[in-house]
Structures are given as structure tokens and as C-alpha cells.
């Protein structure tokens, strides 16, 4: 395994970062491929094993059950000290603001119920999953910066937003004095670049580290095109994110599969050694042992310039699709 810092931190983290949506009860959320505790600590164990320290969840994955079987697991498999643990709160519910609960109070109550959740007394990296339109920045800032304050988290991300939002959160940030976002997790893989446009500029500019998610495009840029799983037919969501754009994002899985065979890998590590050279560390989600074990190869596996131009000539501006057009004002 090989480590890099994470952009303006002190958290130095691994290549790979294991995603945990896919660890917790598959009856206590919307997900019903989920595994269990039993398996989900054996993925867990093994990502230990092979050097994965970076663990990413979140108090929505399956009623904050995936919090809770990562949490008991890194205490049973792991010193506290030697892992990152990352988890994410989402916006202000309705009947919240209606209620009048402050943004402040809000994290404060959410990161609260996820140290629970992990049996950890803090988090390293606590991320604003989602931007919210009906609570003013300064209060999500300013609550933010008091769970760094209070130590129950050691530095601050965002998740699904876009550039000039991350720019005016840290500016704001800047001017008041509060800890600002070290870190964006976005929807970025081979087959969707739209982080280009923008975010990836000013991440580079202001050294704020890349943890994309869907870093296989929820398994498309590990399978040829035409191949199918359970996974694959289950989940409508991803299926919203990528089916529109089928025949054109096939050219490149194609490609993905060619360079595979010329390396003789999997298509699993070209498609994340391609990701590599981009951001700090991936988020991958792992449901079965072949998963992580993939994921941690691609570490070592080095694409040519003219492999990686191969691997994205043939990419076409796709439209935002997911969070981004969901939770738009």
C-alpha cells in the first residue's frame, strides 16, 4: 500500500479508501443488497490486512447500522490511532427546521449520535454530505468548526457539491477563522468527468484532496459491456446514473477491457490506476473479498501517458445526474 497526505491535513491516509455503504442491516435502510455484520468485518479485516487505514461511512448508510458494524470492527481489528475514519451528516430534515433547530445544533446532534453509532470519541474527517439549501452557511460553518473546537473531529470535508460552493464555504471560513474543508468527495470515475470542469482546478489550487465515490462506476468499469450482476440490476439508483449514457460510455469500458488484457489485470485496476493519477484516494465499495484485494493492486500499477489519453479520448460531456440534480434549490 502506498499513503499520501490528504490536501491541507495532517491525516496521512491510504491509495485506497474503503467505501462502507455496502456494510449494515439490509433491513433497516433503502438498500437491500447490504451485507451483514459477519461480512462486512471480514472485508473490513482483510482491507486492515493489505493496509487500507482510510474507512469511509456515513450515519445514512442503512439507519446508521454501516456506522455501527465498522466501528465495533476497527475497535476489534485495529488501534484507534493507526486508522481514519471518515463518516458524513446530511442536511436539516423539515420537520427539524420547523422545530427550529438551528445548523448548529443539527451537527452537533448528528456527529453526537455517529461517535455513538462508532463507539469512538471522535472522527478524523467529518463530511457535509450534501449541500444544504435551507440553512444559512454560517451556521453550518460555524457548527462545523465547534465539533473540530470540542475535538470530535479532527478535520472537516464535503461531499456532493459543486466548486464555487466549496470556494465560498472556504472563504467564509477563512474570514471567520473556522476550520475549513480539507477534503471533497464527488462523483468522479473514467466514464464521468464532469469534476473537471471546475472542481478539479480549484482543488489543485488550493491543495484540497479528492476522495471520489463511484470510483468504478458502480461496477461498469470492472465488467465487460453486456456483463451483469445482482448488484447491477438491483440498484436503480446507479442504474438512473449511468443507463442514459450506455452506448457511449461502453467505447471506453471497452478500452478499460484492452489495456486488462495487455497488462494482465483486471479491468478493476486499470480503471482505478487511471483514477489514481487524478486525486489522493478513491472511495471504493467493497461486498465481496476480490473487491478490496482489486482495488489495493491498482495501487502498483502504472498506465502510460498514451494509455491514459487512450483510456479518454473517447469520453463525451454527460449531464449531471444523482445528488447534484436531486437536492438542487
Not at 55 to 78: C, K, M, P
Not at 223 to 229: A, I, N
Not at 253 to 276: F, G, K, N, Y
Request: glycine share 6%; net charge negative; with cysteine.
Amino acid at each position: 500500500m502506498k499513503y499520501i497526505k490528504l490536501g491541507n491535513s495532517d491525516l496521512n491516509v491510504s491509495r485506497i479508501c474503503m467505501g462502507c455503504m455496502g456494510f449494515g442491516d439490509p433491513q433497516s435502510g433503502q438498500h437491500r443488497w447490504t451485507l451483514d455484520e459477519e461480512h462486512s468485518r471480514e472485508i473490513i479485516k482483510r482491507g486492515l490486512e493489505l493496509g487500507v487505514n482510510f474507512y469511509d461511512t456515513a450515519i445514512a448508510y442503512q439507519g446508521g447500522t454501516s456506522e455501527q458494524y465498522v466501528g465495533r470492527a476497527l475497535r476489534d481489528f485495529a488501534k484507534r490511532e493507526d486508522v481514519i475514519v471518515a463518516t458524513k451528516f446530511l442536511p436539516r430534515t423539515q420537520a427539524e427546521i420547523e422545530a427550529g433547530v438551528t445548523g448548529q445544533q443539527h451537527i452537533e446532534n448528528m456527529i453526537n449520535a455517529s461517535l455513538e453509532h462508532l463507539g469512538m470519541d471522535y472522527v478524523d474527517l467529518y463530511i457535509y454530505h450534501m449541500w444544504d439549501y435551507h440553512t444559512p452557511l454560517y451556521d453550518i460553518m460555524d457548527g462545523l468548526n465547534r465539533v473540530v473546537k470540542e475535538g470530535k473531529a479532527r478535520y472537516i470535508g464535503i461531499s456532493n457539491c459543486y466548486a464555487w460552493q466549496l470556494a465560498r464555504a472556504n472563504d467564509l471560513a477563512d474570514r471567520e477563522g473556522f476550520a475549513k474543508f480539507v477534503s471533497v468527495q464527488g462523483h468522479y470515475n473514467l466514464i464521468f468527468r464532469e469534476e473537471e470542469r471546475e472542481m478539479v482546478p480549484l482543488c489543485r489550487e488550493d491543495n484540497i484532496a479528492m476522495t471520489p465515490y463511484s470510483a468504478l462506476a458502480s461496477g461498469r468499469l470492472s465488467r465487460h459491456p453486456g456483463e451483469v450482476s445482482k448488484r447491477l440490476e438491483e440498484d436503480a439508483y446507479a442504474k438512473s446514473k449511468y443507463d442514459a449514457t450506455e452506448e457511449q460510455d461502453n467505447v471506453i469500458i471497452r478500452r478499460v477491457a484492452e489495456l486488462a488484457d495487455r497488462h494482465q489485470v483486471t479491468m478493476t485496476e486499470v480503471s482505478l490506476a487511471w483514477l489514481l493519477t487524478k486525486v489522493a484516494a478513491p472511495v471504493v465499495g467493497a461486498t465481496k473479498m476480490h473487491h478490496i484485494e482489486g482495488a489495493v493492486k491498482a495501487v502498483d500499477l502504472t498506465l502510460t501517458e498514451e494509455e491514459i489519453t487512450y483510456l479518454e479520448e473517447a469520453y463525451v460531456p454527460h449531464k449531471l445526474v444523482g445528488v447534484m440534480v436531486e437536492n438542487k434549490r
